[in-house]
């Protein structure tokens, strides 16, 4: 909801399904932890999976993979990878309150409400911090030095997130 609002607001045209499935899916490769393998490639081999078992085209699969190992790179761009791009701004604006002012009013509590997260400003930093570890010279060991678990504990959002 946040990614899609996200790129309304920028007035970019996106395809909303491969937005909605890669959103879905973004962060699913965080539920196994694999030492030295980026989450991003589990996330990206489940998303590859998901849209060849449903008939899609390969090239599709492979926007959404893409967008899902994209996703997690600083400094990203809409002109490197729109998907990924608003898969960023939508877990950034969610996680830890990033752009929540271009969003239309009553969204984010109406996602909140529709999408309960409680404990997610909790468990996430937890996931950063396992997952700086486990691969130090990969992309969450610089966003964990960069502050991103503490921004997450302390990001306004979780106030909406109970």
């Known amino acids: 909801m946040l990614g899609s609002a996200l790129g309304s607001a920028d007035r970019q045209n996106l395809d909303a399904e491969l937005l909605y499935v890669t959103s879905l899916l973004h962060d699913s490769g965080m539920m196994r932890e694999v030492v030295g393998q980026d ?15 449903a008939g899609e085209p390969e090239t599709r699969g492979l926007l959404a993979a893409d967008a899902a190992v994209a996703h997690a790179s600083p400094g990203l761009s809409v002109d ?25 009013g009553g969204l984010l509590a109406r996602a909140y409400r529709e ?19 486990d691969v130090p010279d990969g992309r969450f060991a610089l966003l964990r030095r960069a502050g991103m678990d503490r921004m997450v504990q302390v990001s306004p959002t979780r106030l909406y997130a109970r």
């Open 39 to 53: 989450f991003t490639v589990r996330s990206a081999e489940l998303l590859l999976d998901v849209f060849a078992r």
């Open 115 to 133: 999408h309960p997260a409680a404990g997610v400003h909790q468990s996430i930093p937890v996931l950063i911090r396992r997952e700086a570890r």
């Open 80 to 104: 490197d990878d729109p998907i990924g791009f608003y898969v960023q701004a939508g877990a950034m604006a969610d996680l830890a309150g990033l752009r929540m002012w271009d969003l239309p």
